[in-house]
């Protein structure tokens, strides 16, 4: 049985990505502090993994700089209409998403360069044990097959990252946490 982490800790359980929302930029070039700068996330502080708080990871991987979610889906409810792709890909190109709903079988993907949406897929679960497709466009990207999107929602991700050539594993990827400030106030969100 897989044992889920509290929401904040390290986004990896028995050492494998388990979140539920990651956001992949094709380029190492952006600062922490520019990243958090471009979300309108400036008032998070750097944290200690296993905060009570809402928690973002940024961490990088071969040539992409990764946003990472925590179990609150925090960021991804703060920009549901693909704002953190947009804003990130209009500052620093290609982008790369994976979306995984949390107690259903939704997931998501999309891929962005500039300001070109160029893919989506969205299937929404709203029976919790069934898939809808709500949004299909664009050209599949490397990976994307029929059977895949039988697969588990964390797996259909795990896979397409992969596919794009990023390679998440703890020992690639070391992430830093920053606890959200102010933000989530300021969005009528409370801790």
């Known amino acids: ?16 990505l388990h979140a539920p929302y ?12 520019q990243l958090l700068e471009a979300l309108n996330l400036a008032g998070c ?24 979610d925590d179990w609150f889906c925090t960021l991804w409810h703060l920009y549901r209409d693909h704002g953190v792709e947009r804003a990130l890909a209009r500052r620093w190109g290609v982008v790369f998403s994976t979306f995984v709903g949390d107690a259903d ?9 500039g300001e070109a949406h160029l893919r989506s897929r969205f299937v929404a679960s709203p029976k919790f044990t069934d898939r809808v497709l709500e949004r299909d466009f664009g050209d599949p990207l490397p990976g ?9 929602g964390m797996d259909i ?17 070391s992430f830093r946490a920053y606890t959200y400030g102010s933000e989530l106030t300021a969005r009528g969100r409370t801790r």
């Open 157 to 173: 991700a795990l896979t397409l990252l992969r596919k794009q050539g990023i390679r998440i594993e703890p020992e690639i990827v």
């Open 1 to 16: 049985m897989l044992r889920v982490p509290r929401a904040a800790s390290l986004p990896f359980v028995q050492g494998r």
């Open 105 to 113: 079988q939704a997931y998501g993907l999309d891929h962005f360069r």
């Open 22 to 33: 990651v956001v992949a930029l094709r380029s190492t070039q952006p600062s922490d502090r």
């Open 144 to 152: 994307e097959t029929a059977s895949l999107f039988e697969m588990d």
């Open 45 to 68: 502080e750097p944290s200690a993994p296993g905060s009570p708080h809402e928690t973002l990871f940024l961490g990088r991987s071969g040539g992409w700089t990764l946003v990472v």
